[in-house]
Structure formats: C-alpha cells, structure tokens
C-alpha cells in the first residue's frame, strides 16, 4: 500500500500533529511534576530546628529562609499538622496526573496506534498489535501492582533491601521487555512502567495518606503518622525514578541505545547511573548534617557506568555488525558504486524519507532527513550509519532492508563514500 489519496497524507498528517501536542504538553507538564518534586525533597533536606520557641510549640519540626525573585521565603514543615489548619491549602497532584494521561495519550496514540511501527520489531519477536499491546499493558499494570505488593509486605521495614529487589526486578523487567519489542518500543515502556509507578505512588498513597491527616485533623483525632511515613518512603521511591525516566523519554532520538546488541544492558546500565547520580545529590542535600561533606562514591560510581556505556558502544573500526554478505555484484567504478547505492537507499529509505514520503503513516520525512537526491544522500553519510548498523532505520524494517543491503551501504560508508 503506498500513500496517494489526499485522505491519507491527512490522516498521517493529523497523528503527527497529535503527537506533536502530546509532546508539548507532556513535556511541560513533566516539567512542573519533577520540578515540585525536586524542589520539595531539597526542602525537606534542607529544614533546621526552629530556633524560636514559639514555632516549637505549634509543632513546628523545621523550617528554612530562602531569598527568590527579589523577596525572602520562610517555609515551614510541622511535624505532623498545624494546631488550626489554614482555609486554604495547596496540593501538589495535578502535575502528575498530567503528565501521565498526557503519556498515556502518547502511547495510545504512536505505540498502540501503530504498534508495527514504534512497538514491534519481527526480528526480535514475531507479534501480532493486539498480542504486543496485551503484553505492554502486562508490564504497566503488572509493575505497579508486584511494587505495590512489595512496599506493603514486611519487606518494607528494611529500605535497603526492599531497594534491592525493586532493582533486581526492574533489571529483568529491562531485559524481558528488549527480548520482546523492538528496541524503540523496549526503552519506551520500561520508561512507562516506570512513570506509572510514580504516579500510582502520588494517587494511591502519597494524596491519601495527606487528605486521611487532613481529616483527621478537622474531625479532631490525632493525625497517624504512619499515613506520613508510607508516603515518605514512596517519594524516596520516586525521586529515584526519576532520572531513568527522564532517560528514556529521550532515548528515542538515539538509536545508539535501543539499537544496540545487548541493548537491554545499555538500559540497565544507564538508568542504573541516574539512580547513582540522584543519591549523590539528595546526600548532599544533607551535607550540613555531616559537616558539610558528602561522599562522591555513587556520583563516582554513575559517571564510570555511562563511561563503560560509552566505551562500549563506540564504533568499532572497519568493521560491521552485519554478518550477511552482500549479494549485489561489487561494481568496478566509484560512480557504478555510489549508483548501487542509491539503488538501494531509493528503494528502502526514500519512502520516509522524502519531501514527499510514500510509506503509509508518514506525511512529513522522519526528523526532517531528506534522501532523495544524490546530494542529500552524501550530506547525511554519518547520520545514516549508525541507523542502519543498529537497526534502528528503517523503522520496524517497514520497507524491509535485507543484511546484504545493510552490509552494502555500510561498506560503502566504511570506504569514505565514494562517488
């Protein structure tokens, strides 16, 4: 099926408008969330005993001066609730139900709507869209709900342990989800699992636990402080999650990862980094409390992990990770080369990439990489290696590039491009 009726450059045009307002506010609103976020555990890290006695008898338990914007802060934390709770009392919770329906829309509308072009990949698991979209809301729902089970079992009385085994599950979950989806798809829904977890936290526990002390105080019972303490540890939980999050929000735009060939290690090994680094800085939020040191150990210890990532991802020389030898006849010219060559590029990535595009579900070329002229094909030779040597391009393999055209185009990249 090609592209031709107006109905279907409209239709292509419109799931990529969509997508573009998801992005938008998806990232705006992810923004606000892990912004509030950051900024309350640096806060509450960064709370002194109140010096005045007055505070202390309110139940005051810390507070903080801060200077912003041209003014002067005073923020207060009470131990449990203040004596009289204000009339009006902000919450924090609409910037993460936000940005997960907005995720939520995003999955829905690229992921589920065109599994066989973000989700699925043949060569790594032969799915069919309804057994991929099953097998995805598996691991969102099935993560949230093993997580859960494990922050309410008695393991939770021991943070360091229960931190373990979240992280040993999350590790095979990384490795099941890269055997099962392509790599794109992969990194996108360990993401989702992850952001689901979050957000599950702020509904299901964290805003609970704060409106059962905010009743308890209007109905005159002393608020429980366990209700606290829950929420407590899944805020830890969160701001943890954070930075792997963040990673694989983005990892889409660089095949480098996801199209790696143990990507799944890439994923562990990075999102593992994240979570180092983010230890780093909520210790030295604490600094104060150690006289002013905080140990570089687990920033240490994350740079060297995107180190060994780096290292072991950088290209290797002369070589290629296509095994299959080329079938075309070696052409004994430059010129009769570089023809092969666009023979091929014409026939498996101008359909995307074109001003244009004749693959269904593409109104516009692929972030605006152009292909169809012997000038743009030689401008883009470094962008175009590392997409077809991972696999990544095309996409799905929709136009179904065999490993002799892979090793073709590769070699003729690898010997400087000759024209």
């Given at each position: 099926m090609r592209l031709g009726a107006p109905d279907d450059y409209m239709s292509a045009f419109t799931i990529e408008f969509l997508g573009l307002l998801g992005r938008w506010v998806h990232l705006i609103t992810g923004i606000a969330w892990i912004g509030a976020s950051f900024y309350f555990v640096w806060l509450d890290d960064h709370l002194s005993p109140p010096t005045d006695e007055g505070l202390v008898r309110k139940g005051v338990g810390g507070e903080l001066w801060a200077v912003h914007g041209g003014g002067f802060y005073n923020a207060q934390k009470y131990r449990l609730a203040p004596q009289v709770l204000p009339q009006s009392l902000h919450w924090f919770y609409w910037e993460a139900y936000s940005t997960f329906l907005s995720g939520v829309f995003l999955l829905c509308l690229l992921y589920y709507g065109r599994a066989e072009i973000y989700l699925i990949d043949p060569a790594v698991a032969a799915l069919t869209n309804p057994e991929a979209?099953?097998?995805?809301?598996?691991?969102?729902?099935?993560?949230?709900?093993?997580?859960?089970?494990?922050?309410?079992?008695?393991?939770a009385r021991r943070p360091a342990w229960l931190a373990a085994v979240i992280a040993i599950l999350s590790c095979a979950a990384a490795y099941g989800l890269c055997r099962?989806?392509?790599?794109?798809?992969?990194?996108?829904?360990?993401?989702?699992?992850?952001?689901?977890?979050?957000?599950?936290?702020?509904?299901?526990?964290?805003?609970?636990?704060?409106?059962?002390?905010?009743?308890?105080?209007?109905?005159?019972?002393?608020?429980?402080?366990?209700?606290?303490?829950?929420?407590?540890?899944?805020?830890?939980?969160?701001?943890?999650?954070?930075?792997?999050?963040?990673?694989?929000?983005?990892?889409?735009?660089?095949?480098?990862?996801?199209?790696?060939?143990?990507?799944?290690?890439?994923?562990?090994?990075?999102?593992a980094a994240g979570v180092l680094i983010r230890v780093y800085f909520v210790d030295r939020h604490k600094r104060h409390l150690r006289g002013g040191r905080t140990s570089p150990w687990p920033a240490l210890l994350g740079v060297l992990l995107l180190a060994a990532v780096a290292a072991g991802l950088a290209p290797r020389a002369a070589t290629s990770t296509i095994a299959a030898a080329s079938t075309i006849a070696a052409p004994s010219t430059p010129a009769q080369e570089f023809s092969a060559v666009r023979l091929i590029v014409a026939e498996r990535c101008v359909p995307c990439h074109s001003a244009m595009p004749t693959q269904p579900g593409f109104s516009t070329a692929p972030n605006g990489l152009l292909l169809d002229t012997p000038q743009a094909l030689l401008a883009h030779v470094t962008v175009i290696a590392p997409q077809v040597q991972t696999r990544a391009m095309p996409i799905g393999n929709l136009t179904g590039m065999t490993d002799s055209e892979r090793s073709r185009l590769l070699d003729w990249i690898g010997h400087g491009a000759p024209h």
């Open positions: 979209i099953a097998i995805s809301l598996g691991f969102i729902i099935g993560g949230w709900l093993v997580y859960d089970a494990l922050c309410r079992s008695p393991l099962l989806f392509s790599g794109r798809g992969a990194f996108i829904q360990f993401g989702a699992m992850l952001g689901t977890i979050m957000v599950a936290n702020v509904f299901f526990v964290i805003i609970p636990g704060q409106r059962e002390m905010v009743r308890a105080k209007r109905e005159g019972r002393e608020p429980d402080a366990q209700a606290g303490l829950r929420g407590k540890l899944r805020s830890v939980h969160n701001t943890y999650f954070t930075l792997p999050v963040l990673f694989t929000m983005i990892s889409n735009h660089y095949a480098l990862t996801f199209g790696a060939r143990r990507n799944w290690l890439v994923l562990i090994a990075i999102c």
